[in-house]
């Protein structure tokens, strides 16, 4: 599943009739997993388009703190090669190698970002949308004594004001990737909460979430309904409470 895919919009010399070009740039597979005994592993780019795609690619660590989501410099793992250049139809392979042996009791989570870099079109002026692709990486533990590897979950619905949210913390030793999210009443009316990916919870924080369902619908209580992992998983809500 595509996490935090979006575009930047460059301006190349509009015309009154601006046009949009659109990048046949490509990525898979959407996350990777590297064992604890891989030490590398690799991301496909492609250009399905017709003019020629150049793309830069770097790694970052992945923490997530006080429910916001944080990328900073990280030497942990490499990325070959950083720059590339594809013509239509081209593929690249590109290598995530683990530089040493992974630390701590728990997976540690990194993010690859590849942005497609804006090239100069003299035949095509007006808009060019370049992407950025952000693809999730986790790396097992190794240690003595990691934690089990299913994360375990402890989910809180509240009520803050007119509107819900959800806190989920995770105390296991892996990543929860939280996707599809329904509410079912006493009554047995569901509700679509959020389709699709709704997030992560790394391991050992919580995340939390403001719900465009009405705190009213949750209010007697009920189940929850979503995808961990893309294993389907329900969990118990009480009536909500106001918090403030």
Known sequence: ??????????????????????????????????EATQNADGLWLSNTGDDVVHAQ??????????????????????VSPPMVQLAPSERQLIRVIRTGVPAGTVESSYRVVIDELPVEMKEKKGLQLVLRYSVPIFVAAAAAGAQPTAPQLTWSLRREGAQAVLEVANSGGMHAQLADLDFVDATGRRTSV?????????????????????????????????????????????PLQRVR
């Open 57 to 78: 690619v770097r790694v970052y660590h992945w923490s997530q703190e006080s429910g916001t989501e944080k990328l900073t410099a990280s030497r942990e793992l490499l």
């Open 1 to 34: 599943m595509l996490h935090l895919l979006r575009y930047t919009v460059v301006l190349a010399l509009a015309f009154v009739h601006a046009v949009a070009s659109a990048s046949g740039l490509q990525v898979s597979p959407v996350t990777l997993t590297l």
């Open 194 to 238: 959020h389709a699709g990916l709704m997030g992560y919870v790394l391991p050992g924080v919580s995340m939390r979430w403001p719900l465009k369902t009405p705190a009213e619908a949750f209010a007697p209580g009920g189940v929850l309904e979503t995808k961990i992992n893309g294993n389907a998983t329900q969990e118990k809500i009480p």
